[in-house]
């Protein structure tokens, strides 16, 4: 690090600590804003992204190297929008005290559950979809009344520093910032009052051990290998139109992107043929702007290396845009099947996060079923099928983060469904009201009738304490 690096690293570093210790002191002294309040910032992210649209886009675009706009519009903002839009229509009622029951012995009682901030969350976000899941998880913080700081990931500079530049102009530090150049470790060994973590499961332990010397609650969102299958009665092209759309998406750099498909043993040919066509149609060549560049030198490497490895392994490659070559100066490559893997295979061992896309024939849902159970729990799940015993099956018999039925994806666009992980694949939810709750202290408060009965249970403990007991215990007033 030469001598203008070790400044801007100081800088940052005392940044985070200074904003850190501006929003604690904020939140601790006023620790319950108000929903005009809430309203607010909302309505200030609602801004910022409806504004600033096309520089939005041009920055993501600059840190891919090629990200195609209009999925960035699409999966990013539109998605941001509609989350904020769901939550200023329902925030005043999500924000009410609850009124909860009361026992028998208690008569006269009230007990009231009041939602209350946390206090300070931080974000960590990743690369992928850095616009979305930067903001995403503070759209439920902001509306539940905490204070965010963000910290986005190296390969996002350029639109962190845009975002940064975005957010100071109309929030104060004590309530929303987003810090350019932060160091994992800077970030996240603070006493958040609740961190969100989206990334990979092996950094994903580190920072949850990390946030255990604070007592700190963490949401962990960790992708992982999301299985896809086509059932026999489904209708092939229906399936493979869909499924291919949500896989290609950003090149296939989507933590909720089929990461691997089954397909009846007699149908594969077939299934095979319709790719070509669907995706040879989409992108007529690997260098359309529609097709999102891979992110950076060492992701291209990696996939380039699990394709050789599952070649060398025996599996049979599928360019679907035919003689098409990998391209490392743009970090291209061409959407590829993989046809029957094997699971030593690299492919089949971790997330592939790239326009790679195994395919496994099975002969019956049984053994689908055993093979996803026998793996990490995965963050979502595909079925295509109309037969509702298949779709009751799978759903009964597997656990997921999520699940799709006739789709892929489209249950995280869904702003009154919670989304999370599960096991290996995260923790805790986010969007919708769930978000709410995960940003919230549900606080318990009982205030007892002006006379009290439960003295009637004071000592001296004697016959009296017996009787009230027995009357009790036959009443059921406990």
């Given amino acids: 690090m030469n001598d203008n690096a070790d400044i801007k690293h100081v800088e940052n570093t005392s940044r985070i600590g200074q904003v850190f210790a501006k929003q604690r002191e904020a939140s601790r002294?006023?620790?319950?804003?108000?929903?005009?309040?809430?309203?607010?910032?909302?309505d200030k992210l609602h801004t910022i992204l409806t504004e600033n649209q096309d520089a939005i886009t041009e920055a993501v675009n600059a840190d891919f190297g090629n990200r195609c706009a209009q999925e960035t519009r699409m999966l990013e903002v539109f998605g941001l929008l509609g989350g904020i839009g769901h939550n200023r229509k329902r925030l005043k009622k999500w924000m009410k005290p609850q009124k909860r029951h009361v026992g028998l012995a208690y008569l006269g009682a009230k007990n009231t559950v009041i939602p209350q901030p946390k206090g300070v969350v931080g974000v960590v976000a990743p690369w992928n979809y850095p616009l979305f899941l930067a903001l995403s998880p503070c759209i439920s913080a902001l509306a539940a009344g905490n204070r965010c700081i963000v910290k986005m990931a190296a390969n996002s500079q350029t639109l962190c520093k845009l975002l940064d530049k975005l957010v100071s102009a109309v929030f104060d530090e004590d309530t929303l910032a987003i810090i350019p150049g932060v160091s994992a470790g800077d970030f996240t060994h603070r006493p958040w009052d609740h961190l969100v973590f989206t990334g990979s499961p092996a950094v994903g332990k580190i920072v949850m051990a990390t946030a255990a010397k604070y007592l700190t609650p963490v949401t962990l969102e960790l992708g992982g290998k999301s299985p896809t299958i086509i059932a026999d009665d489904c209708d092939l092209r229906m399936a493979a139109e869909r499924l291919l759309f949500?896989?290609?998406?950003?090149?296939?750099?989507?933590?909720?992107?089929?990461?691997?498909?089954?397909?009846?043993?007699?149908?594969?040919?077939?299934?095979?043929?319709?790719?070509?066509?669907?995706?040879?149609?989409?992108?007529?060549s690997a260098a359309s702007k529609d097709f999102t560049?891979?992110?950076?030198?060492k992701a291209f490497t990696r996939l380039s290396a699990a394709l050789e490895d599952a070649a060398s392994k025996g599996a049979n490659l599928v360019n679907l845009l035919g003689d098409a070559k990998p391209d490392p100066e743009n970090r291209?490559?061409?959407?590829?099947?993989?046809?029957?893997?094997?699971?030593?295979?690299?492919?089949?061992?971790?997330?592939?996060f790239g326009p790679i896309l195994p395919v496994k024939p099975y002969d019956d849902l049984d053994e689908v079923i055993e093979y996803i159970n026998q793996r990490e729990r995965p963050l979502a799940l595909y079925l295509y099928s109309n037969d509702k015993t298949a779709q009751?099956?799978?759903?009964?018999?597997?656990?997921?983060?999520?699940?799709?039925?006739?789709?892929?994806?489209?249950?995280?666009?869904?702003?009154?469904?919670?989304?999370?992980?599960?096991g290996n694949s995260g923790m805790g939810h986010y969007h919708g009201e769930e978000g709410f709750i995960e940003f919230s202290k549900l606080r318990p408060v009982f205030k007892q009738a002006r006379k009290s009965g439960i003295l009637a249970l004071a000592p001296p403990y004697g016959d009296a304490f017996e009787k009230m007991t027995k009357l009790m215990t036959r009443w059921k007033l406990y």
């Avoid at 992107?257 to 077939?270: G, I, Q, S």
């Avoid at 560049?293 to 030198?297: E, L």
């Fill in 392 to 422: 009751d099956k799978l759903i009964h018999n597997t656990l997921s983060g999520g699940v799709c039925l006739n789709d892929s994806m489209l249950h995280v666009a869904q702003h009154d469904m919670p989304f999370g992980g599960v």
């Fill in 29 to 42: 002294k006023h620790p319950y804003p108000d929903l005009a309040t809430r309203l607010g910032n909302l």
């Fill in 246 to 284: 949500g896989k290609f998406l950003n090149a296939g750099q989507t933590c909720v992107a089929p990461d691997y498909l089954f397909v009846p043993r007699d149908k594969v040919n077939e299934f095979v043929e319709l790719a070509r066509e669907i995706v040879s149609s989409r992108y007529p």
């Fill in 293 to 297: 560049s891979i992110i950076d030198d």
């Fill in 332 to 352: 291209k490559i061409p959407p590829c099947l993989v046809l029957d893997p094997g699971d030593d295979m690299e492919i089949m061992q971790e997330e592939i």
